[in-house]
């Protein structure tokens, strides 16, 4: 009966045999997966400089040399989780047909088959939360309720572990299928023969270049030259320095265009209060620093205000203290920040009242901000209201 | 080895889950768990048979040169996705000119027209380089022998 052992085994649920190209093989899904945990260990070590740079207190200081190590790095977070979307799928889509795989039917490697998928399920579901919530928080979209910044730190320690386990699991495989050539079979389901129009070295080709087209068209929207081509990028230099939290947001727009604005500043029981006018008193330097966002964008900006230093030295404190910075903002994320001692004695640490010659616009942070190499965007305070020297 | 990264990897991942359970309110530790389990079953469910789909019936229905398209939807398939947050412009906030100032569409339309042109022309390399195309290059039944080789993979 031919014909129903051929309906049969129509009906038969699709399994990994049902998949017959050569390019699903651990060959290719290894050498996938070897860029995908550089791009993953990048992000994580990348990540949590930026949280280490955000601790109010640091045991061991955040460097404030070099002056674009922030920006640098950040950048790197964004560009190698943008370069993992492709690779993820591409490597995912490699290794589809395990997805299929029946359970064992003894009890012990049934537990063991148990234990390995799911630390896979979860190494998928966290990898995938990062790489969407990343890319849709670098352009604002916040379509959660959760703190992202709480959530996407916790999730990232769940990844890396999940991903280490991953590799302790395959490490035999890995080892096999990098030692020898990409074309060779070995591991391979035998279904997988079929010759299709791409080739495995073909496909990796392409995934290569997938990754890069999605870094350079997202992520390098304000680098000086590559602006123009990443036409994807939520940001760009047209408007100059970029903006993330606008004086209309920050509802400060009545406070910093007042004239009763004054600046605050205490050390010990000495206070003193400085007009805008005052702070112009003192003298000027310039230097050209970056801003840099968590999100992946920087612009460098010739900034232009009194040093810091010399502001807090009117009150006689000395240098090596913590410095509290508070804005205008009556509310809202960084409306106080911290700035730790070595930032409050680096000589190019200002508190800018001009941006590239022009008196600072309401949005980049008028009256005065802070401006300080090699610091979180979000760190460096706008509309400066109060800057007390920490005992 | 293998044990050394199965422990560090249990000790992250479990350290991670008690941030994940104990820094936030339990509406916003549902709605994260929702972001995990959905992330999967979009992709397992969703996104997987669609593209495997499109793989299946591409390869059996389409002509050979149509495979050209699916070498073109490698790089631009997920370059797509990471498109659409600003293709939708949700993030997008009316004060601020310096967030979301592209054209965006125009841009992946760009992106679009030059991944096809570039597969279009980096299959007909291939075609050339390769012992098989330089022989049909100078055969006038190039189009039978390639009919042959359709058939034969069937």
């Not at chain 1, 550089?38 to 930026?50: E, N, Q, R, W």
């Amino acid at each position: 009966m031919k014909v129903s052992a051929t309906a049969a085994s129509r009906l038969t649920p699709p399994g990994p045999d049902s998949f017959g190209s050569r390019l699903r093989s651990a060959a290719v899904a290894a050498r996938v997966g070897l860029w995908l945990g550089v791009c993953f260990g990048l992000a994580m070590a990348t990540g949590l400089i930026s949280h280490y740079a955000q601790q109010p207190s640091q045991p061991v200081p955040f460097p404030t040399h070099p002056a674009w190590g922030y920006r640098v790095t950040q950048w790197l977070h964004v560009a190698s989780g943008t370069a993992a979307i492709p690779l993820l799928l591409v490597k995912l889509w490699v290794v589809f047909p395990r997805l299929l795989e029946r359970p064992p039917r003894t009890l012990r490697r049934l537990a063991l088959t148990v234990l390995e998928r799911g630390s896979i399920a979860i190494l998928v579901a966290s990898a995938i939360t990062q790489l969407t919530t990343g890319l849709l928080n670098v352009s604002q979209w916040y379509a959660w309720g959760f703190s992202f910044r709480r959530t996407h730190y916790a999730l990232a320690f769940v990844t890396i572990g999940a991903l280490l386990i991953h590799i302790a699991v395959k490490l035999p495989v890995i080892r096999d299928v990098l030692g020898i050539d990409i074309d060779a079979t070995m591991h391979d389901r035998p279904s997988a023969r079929h010759h299709g129009a791409l080739s495995r070295r073909g496909l990796l080709r392409l995934s290569w270049i997938a990754a890069g087209t999605a870094v350079l068209t997202s992520t390098v929207g304000t680098m000086p030259g590559l602006s123009r081509l990443s036409v994807l990028a939520p940001r760009s230099r047209a408007e100059g320095i970029p903006i993330n939290r606008t004086a209309a947001d920050a509802q400060v727009t009545t406070t910093a265009t007042s004239p009763d604005y004054r600046c605050e500043v205490t050390y010990a029981d000495q206070r003193l209060v400085l007009t805008r006018d005052d702070l112009l008193g003192f003298t000027q330097h310039t230097h050209t620093l970056p801003i840099a966002c968590v999100e992946g964008w920087s612009v460098a900006g010739r900034w232009t205000g009194p040093r810091l230093r010399d502001v807090l030295a009117a009150t006689g404190a000395p240098p090596g203290r913590d410095v509290r910075v508070s804005s205008l903002q009556q509310h809202g994320g960084s409306r106080v920040t911290i700035l730790p001692a070595d930032f409050v004695d680096d000589e190019r640490t200002l508190l800018a009242l001009a941006l590239d010659g022009e008196p600072l616009s309401l949005d980049h942070g008028y009256p005065a901000r802070l401006i300080a190499p090699n610091r979180p965007g979000a760190l460096q305070t706008k509309w400066v209201a109060r800057i007390e020297v920490l005992g | 080895m293998r044990a050394v990264l199965t422990t560090l990897g249990a000790a992250l991942a479990g350290y991670g889950a008690w941030l994940l359970l104990s820094r936030e309110s339990s509406a916003q530790v549902r709605e994260a768990l929702t972001w995990l389990a959905a992330s999967v079953i979009l992709h397992d469910a969703v996104l997987s048979p669609v593209v495997i789909a499109l793989g299946w019936f591409g390869g059996r229905l389409l002509p050979r040169w149509a495979a050209v398209g699916g070498a073109a939807l490698v790089v631009l398939g997920p370059v797509t996705l990471i498109a659409i947050p600003v293709l939708g412009r949700f993030g997008a906030d009316p004060t601020n000119p310096t967030l979301l100032g592209r054209d965006y569409w125009s841009g992946w339309l760009v992106i679009a027209v030059v991944t096809v042109i570039a597969a279009c022309v980096g299959a007909r390399w291939r075609e050339l380089r390769s012992p098989r195309g330089r022989q049909q290059e100078g055969r006038v039944h190039g189009a039978r022998a390639r009919r042959r080789r359709r058939s034969h993979r069937a």
